[in-house]
């Protein structure tokens, strides 16, 4: 077999960028070769796990450093917000962050011809929530990677994305949506000017990209998935049932308190560590509660005095190796801890504060698989009872192993690579 060239363009957060090493991992296992187009913040990251990575500038360029520090003001500066509704945080986090998205679409049609000329793909993955017509119109097929919630393919009879609405408030749909289209019109407009200007048609009101007439893969598992009136047709849309990488091993330490308790992890991605505040509050409550815990405290650990010995903080966890060992989980939402908390069959508490983390923390509710907190409006008592409910409850316990079961025999990467594989050598892939 020939090799050919599968290059992966990942959104610049940790989620969809260790999505696709975990895809490109198993497309180089099948004997292609693998790059990825990158944010130059991100560059490293990719050539972390050993693979060449070509810089597309996103936004003015800026050190690397600088970058990084960019979108951790960005997330800090908003941290008042997450006190707010997901219909509350229209007008200000979402705003901003489609201000933002759109203006990266604009920066990078300045790179991305020149970097597909160079490295030639023969398929692009593309994993972002905003279109890039360059890659659209490079001549090659293109796969959008749908790494955070499903909704984010819209349906009428499901939540839209990012409200954090549960799956039958329909009158909480309708008034969600209302609100999203009319505070982002202006942001819209000038986003269908860009297109034009690039030699595409506008998009209705709300919609920054499509789906690809090839093929998306939606990392959304199965046990999860909302009821869709128009399902989503298996020939273009693919369920991969999570897409847990590779990491390195992970051994638990020895605690100096609760050593023989259930372990529990806590992490609200790298970004959410900024709200130390919060994180503080929790390693309080846990410390006074049986059980042992590892948190993850991003790169603010030198602001954490008197931890209880019950708890170990550090800046990093190699997460899908630490799930495994654990007992529940407390995280944002994010969709790679949500995948692999579903993975794994862990038992997770979302307290969510921006994007996807609504969606995903009504989800895991509503289904069965864990509980939706408030991030903030809550008690020890509140905190307690749901983490014995997560330990303890059978039902919860059978669900998970079930999903558990269902999602490893996937093995969502080699799903996807295979799907890949049959794109890249010109066949149709049937579902």
Not at 20 to 38: D, R, T
Not at 60 to 77: L, R
Not at 104 to 132: H, M
Request: net charge negative; proline share 8%.
């Amino acid at each position: 077999m020939a090799q050919k060239t599968i290059a992966f363009f990942p959104e610049a957060a940790f989620g969809p960028a260790l999505n696709s090493v975990g895809i490109a991992q198993a497309v180089e296992a099948l004997g292609h070769k693998a790059v990825f187009l990158s944010d130059p913040g991100f560059v490293e990251v990719y050539e972390g796990y050993g693979f060449k990575a070509y810089p597309v500038n996103l936004s003015e360029p800026m050190p690397a450093d600088q970058m990084a520090k960019f979108w951790e003001d960005f997330i800090n500066g908003h941290i008042p917000n997450f006190r707010k509704s997901p219909y509350d945080q229209i007008d200000n986090y979402v705003k901003d962050c489609w201000t933002a998205i759109v203006d990266s679409a604009k920066w990078a049609e300045k790179d991305l011809p020149g970097v597909l000329a160079e490295v030639k793909p023969d398929l692009i993955c593309v994993d972002n929530v905003i279109l890039f017509p360059a890659i659209k119109q490079f001549g090659k097929p293109w796969v959008r990677i749908i790494s955070c919630s499903e909704n984010e393919i819209e349906d009428d009879a499901i939540p839209p994305h990012l409200s954090g609405c549960a799956e039958n408030d329909h009158e909480g749909h309708a008034r969600y949506r209302a609100r999203f289209n009319e505070v982002i019109k202006p942001i819209h407009d000038d986003f269908n000017g860009f297109l034009a200007a690039c030699g595409e048609d506008a998009y209705p009101i709300g919609q920054f990209f499509e789906a690809s007439p090839f093929m998306n893969l939606l990392l959304y598992p199965e046990a999860v998935k909302f009821n869709r009136s128009h399902p989503l047709p298996a020939n273009r849309f693919q369920y991969l049932e999570g897409c847990v990488r590779a990491e390195k091993p992970y051994e638990v330490p020895t605690f100096a308190a609760n050593n023989d308790k259930p372990l529990l992890y806590v992490s609200f991605g790298s970004l959410g560590s900024g709200d130390v505040d919060l994180l503080k509050r929790i390693i309080e409550t846990v410390g006074k509660l049986p059980y042992r815990a590892l948190v993850n405290v991003g790169g603010y650990k030198d602001q954490y005095d008197d931890v209880p010995a019950n708890v170990i903080i550090d800046s990093w966890f190699p997460q899908p190796s630490v799930i495994p060992q654990v007992d529940a989980v407390i995280h944002h939402g994010g969709n790679n801890s949500f995948t692999e908390c579903l993975y794994f069959g862990k038992p997770a508490i979302i307290m969510p504060y921006v994007w996807d983390g609504h969606d995903n923390a009504t989800r895991v509710q509503e289904t069965g698989h864990g509980f939706k907190m408030p991030r903030y409006d809550w008690t020890d008592a509140d905190l307690a009872e749901k983490l014995a409910a997560c330990v303890n409850d059978p039902a919860m316990k059978a669900k998970l192993a079930a999903t558990s079961a269902s999602m490893q025999s996937q093995n969502g990467p080699a799903k996807a690579a295979a799907i890949l594989d049959t794109l890249v050598k010109g066949e149709t892939f049937h579902g």
